[in-house]
């Protein structure tokens, strides 16, 4: 599967609503996208295992994405088969007093990924070039006035892409995801939310009051997701109407991803061969 296809450039001129949001690439229906989502987990669990008796890297997987596109949907689907002592999910939520009493990646960083485990951030502090900047929360903030300038977005990518390029830099790859819906799947989401009783306690009002701020989003997404694509640390724009098709396209990425890390059970020296070697003889020689 051609996953580059969904990969944004660093700076490139993509614009979001060119990106049809109910492709399924080459499949037709979920059956063979749902076979092949299984592969990948299995194969998920297997490059895990590795990922975690190596203990040198770690993978962060942010989702990112307009309210129903399917973030914990997705979250709990491709992450199925993973071991759980080895991943760690995080969902960032309004911040509390003492979060916003630091600098707004303070919160991310208490929060990042061992060694040997995947880090996965429901929303994260993307959310602070997004609905912060979308509702003007800046002002809200403790932040000294001469650093709310004009050029505060501009300063945050980078502070994110130099961010980013520190933690690739020191073993942790980050991996970012946004669920791209049409705003027509959104409605037809929601409706499902208020007229289905098991859906009902998804449903927030506050989901209806964001809803009108639907283009400020789409264009605070795009200029993100261009600012802050880079090499070490690229965003995927997934088409997300079809969950089975999005969750599909996430497993096939974070798969391609751990793949090239080359990952392999830990050598084990002539030394650590010889105590293996005394070890099994005790055990064998106990009474
Ligand atoms: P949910 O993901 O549905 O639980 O909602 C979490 C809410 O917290 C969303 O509306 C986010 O936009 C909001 N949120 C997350 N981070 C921030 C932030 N840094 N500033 C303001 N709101 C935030
Ligand atoms: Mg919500």
Same mark, same amino acid.
């Given at each position: 599967?051609?996953?580059?296809?969904?990969?944004?450039?660093?700076?490139?001129?993509?614009?979001?609503?060119?990106?049809?949001?109910?492709?399924?690439?080459?499949?037709?229906?979920?059956?063979?996208?749902?076979?092949?989502?299984?592969?990948?987990?299995?194969?998920?669990?297997?490059?895990?295992?590795?990922?975690?008796?190596?203990?040198?890297?770690?993978?962060?997987?942010?989702?990112?994405?307009?309210?129903?596109?399917?973030?914990?949907?997705?979250?709990?689907?491709?992450?199925?088969?993973?071991?759980?002592?080895?991943?760690?999910?995080? #969902?960032? =939520? &309004?911040?509390?007093?003492?979060?916003?009493?630091? *600098?707004?990646? @303070?919160? !991310?960083?208490?929060?990042?990924? +061992?060694?040997?485990?995947?880090?996965?951030?429901?929303?994260?502090?993307?959310?602070?070039?997004?609905?912060?900047?979308?509702?003007?929360?800046?002002?809200?903030?403790?932040?000294?006035?001469?650093?709310?300038?004009?050029?505060?977005?501009?300063?945050?990518?980078?502070?994110?892409?130099?961010?980013?390029?520190?933690?690739?830099?020191?073993?942790?790859?980050?991996?970012?995801?946004?669920?791209?819906?049409?705003?027509?799947?959104?409605?037809?989401?929601?409706?499902?939310?208020?007229?289905?009783?098991?859906?009902?306690?998804?449903?927030?009002?506050?989901?209806?009051?964001?809803?009108?701020?639907?283009?400020?989003?789409?264009?605070?997404?795009?200029?993100?997701?261009?600012?802050? #694509?880079? =090499? &070490?640390?690229?965003?995927?724009?997934?088409?997300? *109407?079809?969950? @089975?098709? !999005?969750?599909?396209?996430?497993? +096939?990425?974070?798969?391609?991803?751990?793949?090239?890390?080359?990952?392999?059970?830990?050598?084990?020296?002539?030394?650590?061969?010889?105590?293996?070697?005394?070890?099994?003889?005790?055990?064998?020689?106990?009474?």
């Amino acid at each position: 599967m051609d996953i580059s296809k969904y990969k944004i450039e660093h700076n490139s001129n993509f614009k979001l609503s060119d990106i049809e949001t109910d492709q399924t690439g080459k499949f037709d229906s979920k059956d063979e996208a749902e076979r092949q989502l299984a592969q990948n987990v299995q194969r998920m669990e297997e490059l895990q295992s590795k990922l975690y008796a190596q203990d040198k890297y770690a993978l962060l997987i942010i989702f990112q994405a307009m309210d129903t596109a399917g973030k914990d949907g997705a979250i709990k689907h491709v992450m199925s088969g993973l071991n759980p002592q080895g991943t760690h999910v995080h #969902s960032f =939520k &309004q911040p509390s007093a003492e979060e916003l009493d630091h *600098d707004y990646l @303070w919160r !991310a960083v208490k929060n990042l990924p +061992e060694r040997g485990t995947i880090g996965i951030f429901n929303r994260s502090y993307y959310e602070d070039v997004l609905v912060v900047r979308v509702h003007d929360l800046v002002k809200t903030q403790q932040i000294p006035k001469e650093f709310i300038t004009d050029d505060i977005w501009k300063d945050r990518f980078r502070q994110i892409r130099d961010f980013e390029r520190y933690l690739y830099e020191n073993g942790i790859i980050t991996l970012k995801f946004f669920l791209h819906i049409s705003k027509d799947e959104q409605k037809k989401r929601l409706l499902e939310r208020i007229d289905d009783r098991i859906k009902n306690w998804k449903f927030s009002t506050a989901d209806i009051h964001e809803r009108e701020y639907w283009n400020d989003y789409q264009r605070c997404y795009q200029e993100t997701i261009a600012e802050t #694509s880079t =090499k &070490q640390a690229p965003w995927y724009v997934i088409p997300s *109407d079809k969950k @089975w098709f !999005a969750r599909l396209m996430v497993s +096939e990425v974070i798969v391609k991803t751990l793949e090239l890390l080359r990952l392999e059970y830990p050598f084990v020296s002539k030394e650590q061969e010889k105590i293996l070697n005394e070890c099994r003889q005790n055990l064998l020689n106990e009474e």
